[in-house]
């Protein structure tokens, strides 16, 4: 087993996309280009793993925004970098 707290992953960055780390830690206000990535890394899986809000099953995406609950039948929708419900089917 590996102890989480001494993994790490080691980028090749290019000089613009390290430019742009920095640039995202000092608007965002985080301490390190580490907490930058972990963010975006973050957003990344919340886009890829769908939970239905108004459920809480998972959904599946069928568009680049947009998911259908097979449990409730919602519509969601990615806004702000939150699911939200926008209709419910009947």
């Known amino acids: 087993m590996s102890d989480q707290s001494t993994d790490k992953m ?8 390290q430019e742009a780390v920095s640039a995202l830690q000092q ?12 963010a975006l890394l973050r957003q990344a ?3 890829a793993l ?4 108004s459920c809480g099953h998972s959904a599946r995406k069928t568009a680049d925004d947009a998911a ?11 806004s702000d970098g939150l699911w939200q419900v926008i209709t419910l089917q009947p």
């Open 68 to 78: 259908s609950c097979a449990e409730c039948m919602s519509v969601l929708h990615l």
């Open 50 to 53: 769908v939970v239905c809000p």
């Open 45 to 47: 899986a919340q886009r």
């Open 10 to 17: 080691w980028l090749s960055l290019t000089n613009d996309e």
């Open 27 to 38: 608007e965002m206000g985080l301490d390190s280009p580490d907490a930058v990535m972990h």
